[in-house]
């Protein structure tokens, strides 16, 4: 088999959070689709969609999970925050309302995941759409909340186009490194090849082989500039070793 077949893609889950109208869709659809819609269509319940990008000359395919704002609809997307890498959280610059509520998304996405050590794996984007528009929320204060609270900000307008596209290339690499520096953390506090690899005692050269290549996509020092992988390459190459020859 070749070997560029053998790479699987990284896959990687978005989500958008925010109130109504806000412009989550259409900002996914500027990035996505290069255009806007000036109507409103409020998303209902959730729109999904996928898209592949580059990222450090790796392939990633984003699953994108557009959630719909209003509150009606929370018992439909409420399911949809587990095992999300990276969120969108937008308010709209000329509405206050869309700014104060951004703590109460926060909630959400912490009471959704559920786990404290997921969320602060989860990397964050604050967008301040709209900027095309007469604003009621100065740059200082958007930028002051998402500081804070140690997320990137972005001013953005899904009209024109601004920010947009640097957003988005901003939190996918934010999602891979936090997976690196998950299987980073992992692999050093393992205590056994086993855990190390992730597999089963007894498990099979098979089983041994691809849960090494997993691993060894995201940390390959070719790959990765997440700090320590290359040493959890080395403990990573060890354990496949060491399981190997216990394989029959
Ligand atoms: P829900 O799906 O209901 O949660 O709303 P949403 O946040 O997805 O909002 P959507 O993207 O549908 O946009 C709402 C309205 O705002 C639409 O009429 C858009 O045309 C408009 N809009 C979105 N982004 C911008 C922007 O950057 N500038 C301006 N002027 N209008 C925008
Ligand atoms: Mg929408």
């Given at each position: 088999m070749e070997m560029g077949k053998m790479k699987k893609s990284l896959r990687?889950?978005?989500?958008?959070?925010?109130?109504?109208?806000?412009?989550?869709s259409c900002i996914?659809?500027?990035?996505?689709?290069?255009?806007f819609v000036h109507k409103y269509l409020a998303t209902i319940g959730i729109d999904y969609g996928v898209t592949k990008v580059n990222i450090r000359d790796k392939e990633v395919k984003v699953n994108i999970f557009d959630m719909a704002g209003h509150p009606i609809f929370y018992e439909v997307r409420n399911e949809f925050y587990k095992d999300t890498q990276?969120?969108?959280?937008?308010?709209?610059?000329?509405?206050?309302?869309?700014f104060e509520a951004l703590d109460s998304w926060l909630l959400e996405l912490q009471n959704e995941v559920g786990n404290q050590s997921e969320v602060d794996n989860i990397a964050v984007c604050v967008?301040?759409?709209?900027?095309?528009?007469k604003r009621v929320v100065d740059e200082s204060e958007g930028r002051i909340w998402a500081d804070t609270?140690?997320?990137?900000?972005?001013?953005?307008?899904?009209?024109?186009g601004e920010g947009v596209t640097e957003m988005f290339q901003n939190l996918f690499e934010g999602v891979v490194s936090a997976d690196q520096v998950e299987a980073i953390?992992?692999?050093?506090?393992?205590r056994s090849d086993y855990e190390r690899l992730g597999v089963q005692l007894g498990a099979s050269k098979d089983e041994v082989n691809k849960a090494y290549r997993k691993l060894a996509v995201l940390l390959h020092p070719d790959k990765s500039v997440a700090p320590g992988s290359e040493e959890a390459f080395k403990l990573l190459?060890?354990?496949?070793?060491?399981l190997l020859k216990k394989c029959s």
């Open positions: 990687i889950k978005i989500i958008s959070m925010g109130n109504a109208e806000v412009g989550k996914i659809k500027r990035y996505c689709e290069k255009r990276g969120a969108i959280i937008v308010f709209d610059v000329s509405d206050r309302n869309s967008c301040a759409n709209k900027t095309d528009k609270r140690g997320y990137h900000y972005f001013e953005t307008s899904a009209q024109t953390q992992k692999l050093k506090a393992a190459v060890a354990a496949r070793t060491t």
